[in-house]
Structures are given as structure tokens and as C-alpha cells.
């Protein structure tokens, strides 16, 4: 049974940093195409970052951001600890949401993909992240 448990999540003033750890069981999250979504009230869940898979040639693994988080949030991996990490600094009102981890164990084969809630065959419960301007 594959679980996923987001953390990290708290009140932050604007300009600050959190750290969201999501930790996998059940799942290898070196073997899975991961990803942050978030869900603001009364908004749709939207795309955050994702990481691709370890390459089997290059042992390198490739990230992708929404415009509205680049250069600011960072998607990294723990392939020690199977825990999905995102970064946020510089943290605005606007990034207020609740944060969801999501893995695919189909890798995507566009962006338009990655970016797709449907795409991801688990999630986990969500971490709150509210920042006060």
C-alpha cells in the first residue's frame, strides 16, 4: 500500500521559507515521477514542481516549476530517506494553499502532462502553507 504524508506546512510571515517534506512508503520515489501541487480556496489544484525519475544513463534527474515559483521554490529528493523535499523561499501571499505531493509511476511524456492532476496515480493528505503579507 503506498502512502505519502506531506509536513512542513505552518503560518510564515512574507519573505520567509518553509520546508515541505512529503515521506513515501510503499513506493520507491527514485523509480517515480514526483511532484508539489497546491490548492488555494475556492481556486482549481495547480502544478508547483515536479522531478523526473533517476535516468538510467545519466543518473541525473530533470525539475520543472510553475513560472509563478521559479527561482524561488526548489524540488529535491532524499533517495536515502524515500522523502520528496520542496524548498519555498521568498514565500508571497500568494503561494497560500494547501500543498499536496503526487507520484506517477508512469513518467509523463509532455510538460502538459507533468502539469496534469490526472496524470498522478497517488497523493498525499496535504500541508497546509499559509503566508501573511
Known amino acids: 500500500q503506498v502512502q505519502l504524508v506531506e509536513s512542513g506546512g505552518g503560518l510564515v510571515q512574507a519573505g520567509g521559507s518553509l520546508r515541505l517534506s512529503c515521506a513515501a512508503s510503499g513506493l520507491t520515489l527514485r523509480s517515480a515521477f514526483m511532484a508539489w501541487f497546491r490548492q488555494a480556496p475556492g481556486k482549481e489544484r495547480e502544478f508547483v514542481a515536479a522531478l523526473s525519475r533517476i535516468g538510467t544513463i545519466t543518473f541525473y534527474a530533470d525539475t520543472f516549476y510553475a513560472d509563478s515559483v521559479k527561482g524561488r521554490f526548489t524540488i529535491s529528493r532524499d533517495n536515502a530517506k524515500n522523502t520528496l523535499f520542496l524548498q519555498m523561499n521568498s514565500l508571497k501571499p500568494e503561494d497560500t494553499a494547501v500543498y499536496y505531493c503526487?507520484?506517477?509511476?508512469?513518467?509523463?511524456?509532455?510538460?502538459?502532462?507533468?502539469?496534469?492532476?490526472?496524470?498522478?496515480?497517488?497523493w498525499g493528505q496535504g500541508t497546509q502553507v499559509t503566508v501573511s503579507s
Open positions: 503526487a507520484a506517477a509511476l508512469k513518467s509523463p511524456s509532455s510538460e502538459v502532462q507533468h502539469r496534469t492532476t490526472r496524470t498522478y496515480d497517488y
